[in-house]
């Protein structure tokens, strides 16, 4: 449901002005290798529906997150795309669920069945927006694979005794434990499978001492090799050794001066930030003032004019006055 509703918003949004259409990795012949990057201009809202996609950022901005895109995409074979149906990768710069009256803030969602890819940069800073967008990325690959929902022999990784929480807002500051990657791999099956993905792209050599150390975790990274081979044979040994040189010091320089300049255009629009973006709750009182909005309750006194209450106010003061002065009057009326 949540993904039919994401996906009205954003053809709804496609049709209008409010997508600027950037193309990645046209091949001479013009077919569409890559995704396409999407920069979401205006902000756009649905009030019928759970999730808000709000103005990104500024163009600067925008081109400088989708050189980070861009560079993330451009790892894999195109085949990959083809098998995970990736058609559109948009930068909505904030999206946001209210889940019992509460908005939190999400970093991508994958919408599968409408083949778009939401991401959102303005809430990382360039090392979490890589491991976002390998995350979600693999959530369209185990869509293709058909065991994104159900998978039996993930499950059976994990030791017999353990449960996945179904607590979706864990965040990375929680302790991990044996066997995952991460707190929000314990999650669901799903995101267990996504986490493990995005660290073995985004930390291999960090993913390398866990699979020395952690069988659970080997036998995880086995079964997503072997799976992304069975679909995709340009992902083999070579591949995941040209991933790990990517990630070494040498070629990380390039890499870190995006990333720098990213995390200053961030800290940059927090103190600044353009005059199209409004805070949430603000938004939707705008647009949405009758619907929002609580109902302001008031007392007869406050329906009343000023010179009314000007009068009320003055017969308050002199009325404690005139009572002590006709009880007075009263006693030297009654004395002999």
């Known amino acids: 449901m949540v993904e039919f509703i994401l996906a009205f918003i954003c053809m709804s949004v496609g049709n209008c002005a409010g997508l600027d259409s950037r193309s990645v990795g046209q091949s001479p012949m013009g077919r569409l290798t890559y995704p ?10 649905d009030p019928g529906a759970d999730y808000l996609l709000t103005y990104p950022v500024s163009n600067e901005a925008f081109q400088m997150s989708s050189i980070i895109i861009r560079s993330e995409l451009a790892l894999y074979p195109s085949s990959l795309f083809a098998f995970a149906q990736i058609r559109k990768v948009i930068d909505c710069g904030g999206i946001w669920c209210k889940v019992g009256g509460e908005w939190y803030g999400l970093g991508g969602i994958a919408l599968c069945r409408s083949h778009i890819l939401l991401l959102n940069s303005v809430a990382h800073d360039s090392h979490q927006l890589l491991d976002v967008i390998h995350h979600e990325l693999f959530h369209f690959v185990d869509n293709s694979m058909g065991t994104k929902d159900y998978d039996v022999e ?19 500051y ?15 099956a799903c995101e267990d499978k996504a986490e493990t993905f995005s660290w073995m792209l985004c930390h291999p050599e960090i993913v390398e001492q866990l699979v020395t150390n952690d069988q659970t975790i080997a036998r995880k990274v086995n079964c997503l090799k072997k799976r992304l081979l069975s679909i995709c044979p340009e992902i083999n040994e070579e591949f995941w050794t040209r991933i790990t040189k990517r990630r070494t010091e040498q070629l990380r320089v390039e890499l870190e001066q995006r990333q720098k300049q990213h995390d200053e255009r961030l800290r940059s629009e927090k103190e600044n930030p353009p005059k199209q973006y ?8 705008q647009q949405y003032s009758p619907a929002v909005e609580k109902p302001v309750l008031h007392t007869p006194l406050e329906s009343l004019s000023g010179s009314v209450k000007l009068f009320l106010l003055l017969l308050a003061l002199l009325t404690p006055v005139s009572l002590v002065i006709a009880f007075r009057g009263s006693r030297v009326v009654a004395s002999p």
């Open 36 to 45: 396409d990057v999407i920069q979401l201009t205006e902000p756009r809202v």
């Open 154 to 172: 993930w499950q059976s990784f994990n030791e017999p005794s353990f449960k996945y929480t179904k607590i979706r807002a864990l965040t990375s």
């Open 174 to 188: 929680e302790p991990k434990r044996s066997g995952f990657v991460s707190y929000y791999a314990t999650s669901d």
């Open 278 to 285: 409004v805070r949430i709750e603000e938004y939707l009182q």
